[in-house]
């Protein structure tokens, strides 16, 4: 390894952030890439660079700028071709450009895990317009979900409940979605009992390790708490175990995989994949010895990783912004620490706006349920002053 290695992040929100500590305890040098300044893995890194990451011209001249030891897309908003060049060129992209491409587009991960790989997911189909949309979601049937194939935290997602709503999904997902061509997917609904992320750490040797199951919640396509472990039978833990295995095999690379399912008993129905550490995963900041931050770069600088110390039930809940505005500080910081068992992350975003992610309250508990009441209330002590 590298004696001073460094690490570019494409990429500088929370999860970033969290990415750029771990790997400066570990000797790394780091640069933090995104479209607006300040972001918040700026503030923590060594150098910072201020781009769309879209523009593929510009995304190439920063790399060969750096020329970083390893290439961290830690967004969906990349030119991921140009990554795809970029490793031919001798540059390492984490987990590989692949894995990137792959991921960052829903109908290419769906279709490698259900048609290549035959993995389970809900019934799927994909359209180009308004009109194919419609004849999509007939056949899916009602209610079904629509999404832009290229979106994160949620964005453009919208359950449809009867023809009447195809043409307002259609326009929502198109407005919020990203690439070159309009293009959705359209999912039949799941009733599950729980959905989880099962955290997936690939090491530079091929081996597999996994963190306990993080179960979550979600609103409007994001989520909003977060815990672990989540109460899943070990029936339905192997099945997901399993499938997380075939699809990260097949992708290859070093790294921490968020995997997401949905769980009704023991069936166990793949949702989606992120090659990078997931937001439900801010949990394991409370839950491991190790954090998924942590996990994610031992793995990309090959070092060991011990075995994994659980430190008892934990949660997440988030801490949303509810009005516009340059953020000047928070309130309710010294009342949110007085819930006991708790901690918060607050992220450093300079802007806010109504329902923009700002910070996460952590807890641990001697039950899932009262961890997850500590966050909950922790969140609610805290608000975000603007101006």
Sequence with gaps: MNPLPVLLLLGA???GKEVAISAQRLGVRVIAADRYADAPAMQVAHEAEVLSMLDGDALEALVRR?????IVPEVEA?????????ETDGFRVVPTSEAVVLTMDREGIRRLAAEELGI???????AGSAASLRKACDRIGYPCVVKPVMSSSGKGQSVVGGP????QAWHWAVEEGRGDEPRVIVEEFVDFDEEITLLTLQLADGSIRFVDPVGHRQEAGDYRESWMPADISPTALESAQAMAC???????GAGIWGVEFFVRGDEVVFSELSPRPHDTGMVTMAGLDLSQFDLHVRAILGLPVPELSPRGPAASAVILADASGVVEGWSGVDRALLVEGTDLRLFGKPEAWP???MGVALARADTVEEARARALEAASRVSVNVR
């Excluded at 990349?78 to 970029?86: A, E, G, H, N, Q």
């Design 246 to 252: 075939k699809v990260v095999e097949r992708l290859g």
């Design 164 to 167: 009447a709503r195809v043409e």
């Design 355 to 357: 329902g923009r992610r």
């Design 78 to 86: 990349i030119r991921t071709d140009r990554l795809v060049r970029l």
């Design 13 to 15: 929100g929370e999860l």
């Design 66 to 70: 750096h020329r970083p030891d390893a």
């Design 120 to 126: 389970v997911t809900a019934g799927f189909a994909f």
